[in-house]
C-alpha cells in the first residue's frame, strides 16, 4: 500500500462509523460497575498514561531509522575467556548466519562475569580467520580498564589492509563507565580531551566509525524507566559531541562518529516507541546545533534485567519479542542475549537459538521490509510523543546539572533512577508485574539446561581509576525470587525434603480450586512445595492429614461461604495441631475473629508475596 497516513482508510467502509462515545458506553456495561481507571488504563513508570483505546494518528511521518528495506545487523555475543574457544564460537557463528560480532571484554557492562582478556595477543587468537572485508560488523563492548583494546583491534584490522571496508564501532563510552563503575582515572576536563583523541585519531586512520557509543543500558540495568534512559543517552551523547567540537571537530563530522545503544525488553510497545523517540530526540538536539538531522545508527541488545534462572526457556519468548520490537523500530542491530545468560556462559545450542530467533524474523517474518510499521498507529505514536517529552525534561535536568558527567558526580541520575527502581521491586514483590516461571506459574524440581562449565573471570581494575561516585547497579528482576528458590533448593540437597505448606482445604473441590491453585502458585514462587488434596470428609480429617504431612505450615483455602461457616473453627484447629496458619483471601469483616482464631497471615492478589514468603523461611528456620 502507497496510502498517505493521513488517507482515510477503505477497509469495512460500507458499516457505519462509530464513535468513542458508543464504545465507551458498551465497555461500562462490560465492567459492571468497575472503575474504568483502575481496569483499562495503566501506567509506565515515568507516570505515561496508557489508554485502552487510541484513534489512528493523523498528519504524522514515518520516523527516519535503517534504511528501508534494508535487514539490521545479526549481531553474536563473542565472550569465552579462553581465547581459542571464543574463535571457534566466532567463526561458527558467522559460517551460520551471524552478520557482526560483538567482542565482550571482562568488565563490561553486560559481561555477567565472563568476557575476553584485552591484551594483543588473546585478541589475535580471537579474531583469526575472520574476514573483515567482507560485511562484517565488529562492534566492542568495552569496560573501562580495558580502553586500550581498541587500537589494538585496529591494528589488528588494518594489518588486513581493510580499514576503510570493516564496519567497526569501537563502543567508547567513558560517562556510560563511570555510571556503571563509580571510579575514573581522571575529571572529565581531561578525560574528554583523551577521548577526542582517540576518536580523531580512528577517523584518520580510515575507519569509517561510528566510535562513540551513548549507552542506555546502564539506566535499564539498574531499574530505570525508559525516559531516564532516553535523557541519559541523549545527554551522554551531547557531552562527545561538545568533545569532539572542542578538540576542533566540525559538528557536522563530529555526529557521524557517534552512535546509540538502547535494551529492547518484552514491552513491545514501549520499546518501540522507546527506539523511535531516541531518534527524534537527537534530531531536536542536532537542529539545536544548527544541524539538518539525518539518521544516527542505533544498536539493540536485548533486556538483561528480564532473563531468569527459574523456567530459563520463557527468556525465548521475552527476547523474541524484544527482537521483533527493537527491529520493527528501526534499529541499525541487533544482539540477542541467549536465553541461558542467567545461568552461566551459554552453550552452543543457547547461542544458536540467540542467532536464530533473528534470522526468522528478518527471513521469514520479513520484519525488516517496511520502513516504521508503527507510523501511524494512534497508541504508538502517543507513547512516542508522551516519552519525546517525559525523556525531554530530564535531559533539560541534566543539562542545568552541568551535563551527563556532572549529573552523575551530583548523584542526581542515581537518585532518580533508584526511585524507580525500588518501584518495579516493589511491583514485583506483589507481582502486580509478572515473571512467568519465576514469580508466577513457576514448576518445582525442574530440570535447569546446560551451560558451559567455565569459571568467572576476576573483574579487572582500570589503572589508577579512584571512586568518585555511587555506581549504578546491575540488577536481574527476578533475583528476589531466585534467592527464595534456592533457600529450597539447599534444603532439599541436605535434608531430601523442601519446605512444605499443608493446604487445608474446606469445602467442596469445585469451590476450594481457585485459591487452592492461587495459594499453589503464591508459595511455590518461593520454593515452598504446596501438599494439595481433594478435600476432607470432616475438620478433624484435615487435622488428621495435616499432622500426617509432616508440614508445619497450613493455608487455610476455600470459598468466601466457606470461610464464613468453617473457617475460624477450622483456624483455631490447625494452631492447636501446631500450625502456623495462613489463610488464602482478604479477611474482610472476618478479620479479628480469624486472627483470634490463629490465623496469621492473609495471602491475597497484591499482597507482599516476597515479604510473606521470606518470613514464612524465617519461622521454617527457626524450628529447624
Given at each position: 500500500?502507497?496510502?498517505?497516513?493521513?488517507?482515510?482508510?477503505?477497509?469495512?467502509?460500507?458499516?457505519?462509523?462509530?464513535?468513542?462515545?458508543?464504545?465507551?458506553?458498551?465497555?461500562?456495561?462490560?465492567?459492571?460497575?468497575?472503575?474504568?481507571?483502575?481496569?483499562?488504563?495503566?501506567?509506565?513508570?515515568?507516570?505515561?498514561?496508557?489508554?485502552?483505546?487510541?484513534?489512528?494518528?493523523?498528519?504524522?511521518?514515518?520516523?527516519?531509522?535503517?534504511?528501508?528495506?534494508?535487514?539490521?545487523?545479526?549481531?553474536?555475543?563473542?565472550?569465552?575467556?579462553?581465547?581459542?574457544?571464543?574463535?571457534?564460537?566466532?567463526?561458527?557463528?558467522?559460517?551460520?548466519?551471524?552478520?557482526?560480532?560483538?567482542?565482550?571484554?571482562?568488565?563490561?557492562?553486560?559481561?555477567?562475569?565472563?568476557?575476553?582478556?584485552?591484551?594483543?595477543?588473546?585478541?589475535?587468537?580471537?579474531?583469526?580467520?575472520?574476514?573483515?572485508?567482507?560485511?562484517?560488523?565488529?562492534?566492542?563492548?568495552?569496560?573501562?580498564?580495558?580502553?586500550?583494546?581498541?587500537?589494538?583491534?585496529?591494528?589488528?584490522?588494518?594489518?588486513?589492509?581493510?580499514?576503510?571496508?570493516?564496519?567497526?564501532?569501537?563502543?567508547?563510552?567513558?560517562?556510560?563507565?563511570?555510571?556503571?563503575?563509580?571510579?575514573?582515572?581522571?575529571?572529565?576536563?581531561?578525560?574528554?580531551?583523551?577521548?577526542?583523541?582517540?576518536?580523531?585519531?580512528?577517523?584518520?586512520?580510515?575507519?569509517?566509525?561510528?566510535?562513540?557509543?551513548?549507552?542506555?543500558?546502564?539506566?535499564?540495568?539498574?531499574?530505570?524507566?525508559?525516559?531516564?534512559?532516553?535523557?541519559?543517552?541523549?545527554?551522554?551523547?551531547?557531552?562527545?559531541?561538545?568533545?569532539?567540537?572542542?578538540?576542533?571537530?566540525?559538528?557536522?563530522?563530529?555526529?557521524?562518529?557517534?552512535?546509540?545503544?538502547?535494551?529492547?525488553?518484552?514491552?513491545?510497545?514501549?520499546?518501540?516507541?522507546?527506539?523511535?523517540?531516541?531518534?527524534?530526540?537527537?534530531?531536536?538536539?542536532?537542529?539545536?546545533?544548527?544541524?539538518?538531522?539525518?539518521?544516527?545508527?542505533?544498536?539493540?541488545?536485548?533486556?538483561?534485567?528480564?532473563?531468569?534462572?527459574?523456567?530459563?526457556?520463557?527468556?525465548?519468548?521475552?527476547?523474541t519479542i524484544a527482537v521483533a520490537a527493537a527491529g520493527l523500530a528501526g534499529a541499525d542491530?541487533?544482539?540477542?542475549?541467549?536465553?541461558?545468560?542467567?545461568?552461566?556462559?551459554?552453550?552452543?545450542?543457547?547461542?544458536?537459538?540467540?542467532?536464530?530467533?533473528?534470522?526468522?524474523l528478518l527471513e521469514e517474518s520479513n520484519l525488516a521490509k517496511v520502513s516504521d510499521p508503527?507510523?501511524?498507529?494512534?497508541?504508538?505514536?502517543?507513547?512516542?510523543?508522551?516519552?519525546?517529552?517525559?525523556?525531554?525534561?530530564?535531559?533539560?535536568?541534566?543539562?542545568?546539572?552541568?551535563?551527563?558527567?556532572?549529573?552523575?558526580?551530583?548523584?542526581?541520575?542515581?537518585?532518580?533512577?533508584?526511585?524507580?527502581r525500588a518501584a518495579r521491586q516493589a511491583a514485583i514483590a506483589r507481582r502486580k508485574d509478572?515473571?512467568?516461571?519465576?514469580?508466577?506459574?513457576?514448576?518445582?524440581?525442574?530440570?535447569?539446561?546446560?551451560?558451559?562449565?567455565?569459571?568467572?573471570?576476576?573483574?579487572?581494575?582500570?589503572?589508577?581509576?579512584?571512586?568518585?561516585?555511587?555506581?549504578?547497579?546491575?540488577?536481574?528482576?527476578?533475583?528476589?525470587?531466585?534467592?527464595?528458590?534456592?533457600?529450597?533448593?539447599?534444603?532439599?540437597?541436605?535434608?531430601?525434603?523442601?519446605?512444605?505448606?499443608?493446604?487445608?482445604?474446606?469445602?467442596?473441590?469445585?469451590?476450594?480450586?481457585?485459591?487452592?491453585?492461587?495459594?499453589?502458585?503464591?508459595?511455590?514462587?518461593?520454593?515452598?512445595?504446596?501438599?494439595?488434596?481433594?478435600?476432607?470428609?470432616?475438620?478433624?480429617?484435615?487435622?488428621?492429614?495435616?499432622?500426617?504431612?509432616?508440614?508445619?505450615?497450613?493455608?487455610?483455602?476455600?470459598?468466601?461461604?466457606?470461610?464464613?461457616?468453617?473457617?475460624?473453627?477450622?483456624?483455631?484447629?490447625?494452631?492447636?495441631?501446631?500450625?502456623?496458619?495462613?489463610?488464602?483471601?482478604?479477611?474482610?469483616?472476618?478479620?479479628?475473629?480469624?486472627?483470634?482464631?490463629?490465623?496469621?497471615?492473609?495471602?491475597?492478589?497484591?499482597?507482599?508475596?516476597?515479604?510473606?514468603?521470606?518470613?514464612?523461611?524465617?519461622?521454617?528456620?527457626?524450628?529447624?
Open positions: 500500500m502507497n496510502e498517505p497516513l493521513n488517507s482515510p482508510l477503505t477497509l469495512a467502509a460500507e458499516f457505519p462509523a462509530t464513535h468513542a462515545a458508543e464504545w465507551r458506553e458498551l465497555v461500562d456495561v462490560a465492567l459492571k460497575g468497575a472503575s474504568f481507571e483502575k481496569r483499562l488504563v495503566s501506567q509506565t513508570y515515568d507516570g505515561l498514561r496508557v489508554e485502552p483505546l487510541y484513534p489512528r494518528a493523523v498528519g504524522v511521518e514515518p520516523v527516519a531509522g535503517r534504511k528501508a528495506g534494508a535487514a539490521w545487523t545479526i549481531m553474536q555475543r563473542v565472550d569465552h575467556p579462553d581465547p581459542l574457544a571464543a574463535n571457534k564460537q566466532a567463526l561458527s557463528d558467522l559460517e551460520n548466519g551471524a552478520t557482526g560480532l560483538t567482542l565482550v571484554m571482562a568488565g563490561s557492562a553486560n559481561a555477567n562475569g565472563y568476557g575476553l582478556d584485552p591484551s594483543g595477543k588473546s585478541l589475535k587468537q580471537v579474531l583469526n580467520g575472520v574476514e573483515f572485508g567482507f560485511g562484517i560488523t565488529i562492534d566492542i563492548d568495552l569496560s573501562a580498564a580495558a580502553r586500550g583494546v581498541v587500537r589494538q583491534i585496529a591494528a589488528l584490522v588494518k594489518a588486513h589492509g581493510t580499514a576503510a571496508e570493516v564496519h567497526l564501532r569501537t563502543g567508547l563510552d567513558p560517562v556510560g563507565s563511570f555510571a556503571a563503575t563509580g571510579a575514573t582515572p581522571m575529571p572529565w576536563s581531561e578525560l574528554s580531551k583523551s577521548f577526542a583523541g582517540l576518536v580523531r585519531d580512528l577517523s584518520s586512520q580510515g575507519f569509517a566509525g561510528p566510535f562513540a557509543v551513548a549507552d542506555s543500558r546502564i539506566i535499564h540495568n539498574a531499574g530505570g524507566s525508559e525516559a531516564q534512559e532516553l535523557a541519559f543517552a541523549i545527554a551522554s551523547a551531547l557531552e562527545y559531541l561538545r568533545a569532539l567540537e572542542a578538540a576542533g571537530m566540525p559538528l557536522d563530522a563530529a555526529r557521524d562518529l557517534i552512535y546509540f545503544r538502547l535494551t529492547a525488553d518484552a514491552d513491545e510497545f514501549l520499546t518501540i516507541a522507546k527506539f523511535r523517540a531516541l531518534r527524534k530526540l537527537w534530531a531536536r538536539v542536532e537542529q539545536a546545533c544548527g544541524l539538518t538531522p539525518k539518521p544516527t545508527y542505533v544498536a539493540a541488545e536485548t533486556a538483561w534485567r528480564m532473563l531468569t534462572k527459574r523456567d530459563p526457556n520463557v527468556n525465548l519468548l521475552r527476547m542491530s541487533i544482539l540477542a542475549l541467549p536465553h541461558t545468560l542467567p545461568l552461566g556462559l551459554p552453550d552452543a545450542f543457547a547461542r544458536r537459538v540467540a542467532r536464530n530467533t533473528q534470522l526468522v508503527a507510523a501511524g498507529s494512534g497508541a504508538i505514536e502517543a507513547l512516542t510523543s508522551e516519552l519525546c517529552a517525559a525523556a525531554w525534561t530530564q535531559f533539560q535536568d541534566i543539562e542545568k546539572a552541568g551535563g551527563a558527567w556532572a549529573a552523575l558526580e551530583s548523584g542526581l541520575v542515581q537518585k532518580n533512577v533508584a526511585a524507580v509478572t515473571l512467568i516461571g519465576t514469580s508466577d506459574y513457576p514448576l518445582l524440581g525442574e530440570k535447569l539446561p546446560a551451560v558451559l562449565n567455565v569459571a568467572r573471570v576476576a573483574l579487572p581494575k582500570e589503572t589508577g581509576a579512584v571512586a568518585g561516585i555511587e555506581p549504578l547497579p546491575s540488577i536481574r528482576l527476578a533475583e528476589p525470587f531466585e534467592a527464595l528458590r534456592d533457600k529450597s533448593d539447599a534444603a532439599l540437597a541436605k535434608t531430601g525434603l523442601r519446605p512444605k505448606v499443608f493446604l487445608a482445604t474446606l469445602g467442596r473441590l469445585a469451590d476450594f480450586t481457585p485459591r487452592a491453585m492461587f495459594a499453589k502458585n503464591f508459595y511455590e514462587a518461593g520454593g515452598i512445595e504446596a501438599l494439595g488434596n481433594d478435600g476432607f470428609k470432616d475438620q478433624a480429617d484435615m487435622v488428621a492429614a495435616f499432622k500426617k504431612s509432616g508440614a508445619t505450615l497450613a493455608c487455610l483455602c476455600g470459598s468466601d461461604v466457606a470461610y464464613a461457616e468453617q473457617a475460624t473453627s477450622a483456624a483455631k484447629a490447625l494452631a492447636d495441631a501446631g500450625a502456623v496458619v495462613h489463610l488464602a483471601g482478604r479477611p474482610g469483616e472476618q478479620e479479628a475473629a480469624l486472627k483470634e482464631a490463629g490465623v496469621k497471615t492473609f495471602v491475597f492478589v497484591g499482597g507482599d508475596v516476597l515479604s510473606t514468603l521470606s518470613a514464612a523461611y524465617d519461622r521454617l528456620n527457626a524450628e529447624t
